[in-house]
Nanobody, 121 residues
Framework: QVQLVESGGGLVQPGGSLRLSCAAS????????MGWYRQAPGQQRELVAT???????NYADSVKGRFTCTRDNARNTVYLQMNSLKPEDTAVYYC???????????????WGQGTQVTVSS
């Protein structure tokens, strides 16, 4: 089994910052892409950022210049540094990882449980 555990969500004022973390554990052979999605109430889940195993990141236009996605391959952990937060960033944030389990040859997407980020004064 593979588990992704997120941390770092919470309530922050507009203009503030938060850092999300997501650690993968279990029978992991290797991890390809990792990243973050978010889902606001009544809306579809949307991609926020994705990062390759080599560290190349891509972002949704709505967060470019404000959010930074990084990863620590030795710790199987992905991070999302969120600066200059806006009320429209309020959502449940989910991490994902494209994982090859140690007993297989193929990759599967795994998801975290979600962490709430609320931006409000």
């Amino acid at each position: 089994q593979v588990q992704l555990v997120e941390s770092g969500g919470g309530l922050v004022q507009p203009g503030g910052s938060l850092r999300l973390s997501c650690a993968a554990s279990g029978s992991i052979g290797s991890i390809d892409a990792m990243g973050w999605y978010r889902q606001a109430p009544g809306q579809q889940r949307e991609l926020v950022a994705t990062i390759s195993s080599g560290g190349s990141a891509n972002y949704a236009d709505s967060v470019k210049g404000r959010f930074t996605c990084t990863r620590d391959n030795a710790r199987n952990t992905v991070y999302l540094q969120m600066n200059s937060l806006k009320p429209e960033d309020t959502a449940v944030y989910y991490c994902y990882a494209n994982v090859r389990r140690s007993s297989t040859l193929y990759y599967t997407d795994y998801w975290g449980q979600g962490t709430q980020v609320t931006v409000s004064s």
